[in-house]
């Protein structure tokens, strides 16, 4: 089935330990997005791709990092974790001019310690 | 600032009656909303979804109302079962691809 996984499922760093999350995706769909989700608050849009092309929100730290190496990767790097980091990141993919629904992974979620 | 806000973070119905869940929004350009359900351990699913040119769409036991005018959107559940106790979150568009979520109700649906 096509579908988007997320590796691990769980992540545990250590203060300021770098660590990095990915997500990969067989819909061959375009554009990819990371969300952070705290507990009981909305997912918020970090950035995303149109294919190679790198769109980051304003208010996303610049601890925040991405990759896409191909169209069926991406990966989500957090330089210097810190406390306020912990939390549900979330992976989704949609194709251009589909407004109908983006598809999202399991999740990854961070514990820092 | 919470363009798109769920204000009721949870709700509990009986199997069979109906669930209204409420989204209010304040940004007029968005122009597609979209409503997402959430298991536990799983990532949100696209439920169903409303063009801003209507002001209703129906999916089997779920049908969602647009207000343009009051910025407000609900999603009906009828009859409700058990099975759809989960967390839906509320989304709009304003033709960026890209979401804006709201913080999420939780349903629970009793016997």
């Known amino acids: 089935d096509a579908m988007v996984i997320q590796n691990p499922r769980y992540q545990v760093t250590q203060f300021g330990k770098p660590v990095t999350l990915s997500c990969s995706q067989t819909?061959?769909?375009?554009?990819m997005y990371w969300y952070q989700q705290k507990s009981s608050q909305a997912p918020k849009l970090l950035f995303h791709?149109?294919?190679?092309?790198?769109?980051n929100e304003a208010d996303t730290p610049d601890n925040f990092q991405s990759r896409r190496p191909n169209t069926s990767f991406c990966f989500l790097d957090i330089r210097s974790p810190g406390l306020g980091d912990a939390a549900m990141y979330l992976c989704?993919?949609?194709?251009?001019?589909?407004?109908?629904?983006?598809?999202f992974g399991p999740g990854t979620r961070l514990l820092v310690l | 600032d919470q363009q798109v806000k769920q204000n009721s973070p949870s709700l509990s119905v009986q199997e069979g009656r109906i669930s209204i869940l409420n989204c209010d929004y304040t940004?007029?350009?968005?122009?597609?909303f979209l409503w997402y359900k959430k298991y536990p351990a799983e990532g949100p699913t696209f439920l169903i979804s409303?063009?801003?040119?209507?002001d209703k769409n129906e999916d089997g036991r779920f049908t969602v109302f647009l207000n343009k005018s009051a910025k407000h959107l609900s999603l009906h559940i009828v009859p409700s079962q058990p099975g759809d106790s989960a967390v839906y979150f509320c989304?709009?568009?304003?033709?960026?691809?890209?979401?804006?979520f709201g913080t999420g109700t939780r349903l629970q649906v009793f016997p």
């Open positions: 989704a993919t949609s194709a251009t001019g589909d407004r109908e629904t983006q598809y």
């Open positions: 819909l061959n769909h375009n554009v």
């Open positions: 791709y149109y294919d190679k092309d790198f769109n």
């Open positions: 940004n007029s350009m968005f122009d597609y």
């Open positions: 409303i063009s801003s040119i209507k």
């Open positions: 989304a709009a568009d304003d033709n960026t691809d890209k979401l804006i």
